[in-house]
Nanobody
Framework: QVQVVESGGGLVQAGGSLRLSCAAS????????MGWYRQAPGNERESVAT???????NYADSVKGRFTISRDNAKNTVYLQMNSLKPEDTAVYYC??????????WGQGTQVTVSS
């Protein structure tokens, strides 16, 4: 049974940093994509950053240059280093895993709040 668990959210002042972690467990083999999505109140869920099992990354324009996604394939863990945080980054951040058959698995979400 595949499961993803997130951690690292919290409250931070504008300009500060946070590091989110997401550990996936279960039968994960072959090509897969892990990523971070976020949803602010009243907004739709949006993609923040993704990374493939081969290390290819994609970022939303709004976070490019400030956020860095990385992964440890041996641990099936993905990280999101968030620097220069802005109040606009405030949202619930969700970890996502897509397997070879493109089935999606979601974490429970972790709250990130950036104060001005």
């Amino acid at each position: 049974q595949v499961q993803v668990v997130e951690s690292g959210g919290g409250l931070v002042q504008a300009g500060g940093s946070l590091r989110l972690s997401c550990a996936a467990s279960g039968s994960i083999f072959g090509f897969n994509v892990m990523g971070w999505y976020r949803q602010a109140p009243g907004n739709e869920r949006e993609s923040v950053a993704t990374i493939t099992s081969g290390g290819s990354t994609n970022y939303a324009d709004s976070v490019k240059g400030r956020f860095t996604i990385s992964r440890d394939n041996a641990k099936n863990t993905v990280y999101l280093q968030m620097n220069s945080l802005k109040p606009e980054d405030t949202a619930v951040y969700y970890c996502n895993l897509k397997l070879t058959n493109w089935v999606n698995y979601w974490g429970q979400g972790t709250q990130v709040t950036v104060s001005s």
